[in-house]
């Protein structure tokens, strides 16, 4: 009897964890979520713009910020911030600058930050994963040797990055603080990152001033020629221009008459609709993301009404983001989303599931296949 008994709890000790082995197996089978639809149910929006991590290359853990999207956010595009800002002791003493415009000593690009997102990434499970789209930004488009950097990337964590980005060319005071050579439109050196994300199916996210820090009203602004000459010679390369153009101090282009031939200038609505209009411009998207860039279009009600109709019109062309850095708590992080209420008010319900979720899922979705196909392609 006694034998029995222990036999038959020797059988139990071994089957038992067996069993829960085999339970646990079928329940995380079963309980795993498909791939890229995990997005919790009724969410607010996609994140296509927000930094992990700030101008010293410190934010939230990767948990703590997937718990502030929470149920309101589905999937989050994933990148820090290519620029570290040193701290001249020189400059600010024992002060610690964490911003750019608290320090007057130079910008330098922190490449490690794409490491630091990929291994960020890989420490989530599968279906963690899932809810972010990772993206490279440490390389500088001064350099020739920038598109070199983005591949190495690639083969160094295959299966993680889908896009570039955010990364900025002309943006007012951060561009001349930078170290080296100032960034342009027209170096080659960015025409070898956009051939590369063309090639390899990279969402392209550029954050571009359209013009100067208060620039004359009325005339073009300095950069639009530029920015659309570059558009046209990537085609091939998914962008989406950051911010309409716009910045903290780089305010709507305003109607102007022009002294000399009296003809009608366009304003910022107007140039970017021409913009949406033109054929040779298909693969460019607009996000509205930044606080800085919603108070311009709040601002006034005749604003907010027009924006909105373009959005109702060309629905499939602009994003949403809240252009957060390294967002802690959920006031800071939706403080845009309640900012841009009034706009919400005035899109057609298409319009405004295209612009806070769907058009995010058809982009990131198609760079996800396209650079995982090129990563087939081009084994380590
Ligand atoms: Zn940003």
Redesign the pocket.
Known sequence: MKITTRLRQTALRLVLPCLALVLVACGSVSAKPPRWTTAPEGYDFNDA?V?LTNYVQEGPDIRGFLELMGNRVGRSALFGIPLQQSWSYQNSGAYAPSYYLQSDAPLYYYSFTDAYIAMAYRSLSPAQQARFDPMITGFNPADMYAADHIRRVLRAFPGVFVGIG?FSIHKEFVSSKVSGEVASLTNPALDRILDLAGEAGLLVLI?NDIDMPFAKQGAEPVYLTQMKDLLKRHRNATTIW?HMGLGRVIRPVQRGISDATTERSPDHVELVEAMLEDPALGHVHFDISWDEVAKYIVADPDETRRVAELINHYPDRFLFGT?EVAPRDPKQYFKIYEQYRPLWEQLTPEASAMLRKENYVRLFDQARRKVRAFETAHPR
């Open positions: 713009h930094h955010e954050h950051a252009d």
